[in-house]
């Protein structure tokens, strides 16, 4: 036997609006709450209908907090994965970022050729990203001398999205700071004026800071990325490019048109003439 078609509409339509209220029994019992007068008291349903479980709805103070959650397991992924890539992984990488970078920018920008040669082998020295970037040259880790070394000429300038995140990388490299101070390069709270004057005084090792900044710095003299009294001695430039945020945004996502337009100006050519070393991390 089977239910008449009515009661099947009148199930139907009250499962779809949510106010169903059929439970199933252990006795494989279908309770129909209305129209249960045309059914005998001691009719068994053949099919037993089992109710699907709903998903509970979260606040939106649970979403609030499943986001920021999800934002610190990508923020705390260690950024020594990604400075493990090879020179080779890194040229290309690079070359397809700029082509999809010209494609947002409204002006036209030279592509620059770059080979793995042009790059940091990272695979080879230290543990982590403080070792890393202390192995780059010795004089990260000794004291300047204000009077020999060059003044706004630094040996590593690193490139991230914001302030937040530049305090952040900062805060990793406690060897290099504690001999010499790292320079902050970006807009929150700090004048142009007075990062051209705090250049100008004295000489420093590393600069942290966004490339609009960084670019602005640059066009005025104040920041030089190459060594003009040892023309020969290599600096370097490590772009933050595997930090995201919460909607996996990047620094080409982020500084898409900032960050091309000042390598293009003043990286590229130091880049190619083996003044100026990349790496990505």
Not at 195 to 200: D, G, N, R
Request: hydrophobic share 30%; glycine share 4%.
């Amino acid at each position: 036997s089977s239910l008449p078609k009515t009661l099947w509409k009148q199930w139907y339509q009250r499962r779809v609006r949510g106010n169903s209220k059929q439970q199933t029994t252990k006795g494989k019992r279908a309770l129909v709450q209305s129209g249960g007068d045309d059914l005998n008291e001691d009719y068994v349903v053949e099919k037993v209908i089992e109710e699907e479980e709903t998903p509970t709805k979260k606040t939106k103070k649970e979403k609030e907090k499943e986001k920021k959650e999800k934002g610190k397991e990508r923020q705390e992924v260690s950024v020594w994965e990604m400075l493990r890539d090879s020179p080779e992984t890194q040229a290309h990488n690079f070359a397809k970022r700029y082509r999809e970078g010209r494609e947002k920018i409204r002006q036209a920008i030279h592509i620059p050729k770059l080979t793995p040669e042009h790059f940091v082998d990272a695979r080879k020295d230290g543990e982590d990203f403080t070792a890393f970037v202390v192995s780059l040259d010795p004089k990260l880790t000794e004291k300047l001398d204000p009077k020999e070394d060059e003044k706004g000429s630094p040996i590593v300038t690193i490139v991230c999205t914001s302030a937040e995140r530049g305090a952040e990388i900062i805060s990793l490299l406690a060897p290099i700071q504690s001999k010499n101070p790292i320079t902050k390069l970006w807009s929150a709270k700090l004048k142009v004026s007075d990062q051209e004057k705090l250049l100008s005084k004295k000489p420093v090792t590393t600069v942290v800071g966004t490339p609009s900044r960084l670019s602005k710095l640059c066009d005025s003299g104040k920041l030089k990325l190459h060594s003009e009294k040892n023309p020969d001695t290599v600096h370097y430039l490590l772009v933050d490019s595997s930090w995201q945020t919460v909607k996996t945004f990047t620094i080409f996502d982020i500084c898409n048109e900032d960050f091309f337009l000042f390598f293009e100006k003043h990286c590229s050519a130091l880049v190619l003439s083996g003044k100026l070393k990349v790496c990505f991390f």
